[in-house]
């Protein structure tokens, strides 16, 4: 069954700490994997995409990483400031093209704290 | 640019009526899609758009009408409003229906049924 399941589900630090956020996925074929921030009351917006070919990427104090062998995608958070709070949402698409579909994980809520 | 915009930004229904969530873009996108997001749950797909006169179901659909008569307007219908359909719903734009265009999001509709 294709499933993204994220980690932890929330997660507070301090501000300038920085975090990491866990995605782990069984989705087969696999065609990209986008990484989206959610600040409460609004639309998810996008911060990175990777390709199969990608390892690493960044926006930046955003940094995603993808290892496409196990199937796990983590997303840096580098000098955390209280803009930073937020859900982040894990979604991989099995295919780039329009039949392609979209698996989305819960998110995980960070809470940066002054 | 709006981006993409959504009305009513807040909606309180009582079992059985019907209502038209609204959703415009003014970039041009020739993709539109409806998403409802649950707690706990991820995004889940409920129609699709790849063009003005085409539309097409996603993992949930039943419930929901939508019709494309223009490139801006991607309206969703809630035909005969149930409890379960308490939720708050994200309208979508993406230059193409490929996972590789990034998908721009409204800020939501949250939707309660009594």
């Known amino acids: 069954k294709n499933q993204v399941e994220q980690s932890p589900q929330s997660l507070i630090i301090l501000e300038g700490k920085n975090c990491t956020l866990q995605?782990?996925?069984?989705?087969?074929?696999?065609?990209?994997l986008r990484w989206y921030k959610q600040d409460t009351g609004r639309g998810p917006v996008s911060l990175t995409i990777?390709?199969?070919?990608?390892n690493t990427k960044s926006n930046g104090r955003y940094t995603a990483t993808l290892d496409a062998d196990t199937k796990q995608s983590s997303l840096h958070i580098t000098a955390s400031q209280l803009s930073d709070s937020a859900s982040y949402i894990c979604?991989?698409?099995?295919?780039?093209?329009?039949?392609?579909?979209?698996?989305f994980g819960r998110g995980t809520q960070l809470t940066v704290w002054p | 640019n709006a981006g993409v915009t959504q009305t009513p930004k807040f909606q309180v229904l009582k079992t059985g009526q019907s209502m038209t969530l609204q959703c415009a873009q003014d970039?041009?996108?020739?993709?539109m899609s409806w998403y409802r997001q649950d707690p706990g749950m991820g995004l889940r797909l409920i129609h699709y758009?790849?063009?003005?006169?085409?539309?097409d179901q996603g993992e949930v659909p039943n419930g929901y009408n939508v019709s494309r008569s223009t490139t801006e307007d991607f309206p969703l219908r809630l035909l005969s409003a149930a409890p379960s359909q308490t939720s708050v719903y994200f309208c979508?734009?993406?230059?193409?229906?490929?996972?590789?265009?990034?998908?721009?999001f409204g800020p939501g509709t949250r939707l309660t049924v009594l």
């Open positions: 979604v991989v698409s099995d295919r780039g093209s329009t039949l392609g579909r979209l698996y």
């Open positions: 979508a734009s993406s230059p193409g229906g490929s996972s590789y265009n990034e998908q721009f």
């Open positions: 990777m390709t199969f070919s990608e």
């Open positions: 970039m041009n996108h020739e993709y």
């Open positions: 995605c782990n996925y069984t989705v087969s074929p696999f065609s990209n």
């Open positions: 758009s790849v063009g003005a006169g085409i539309t």
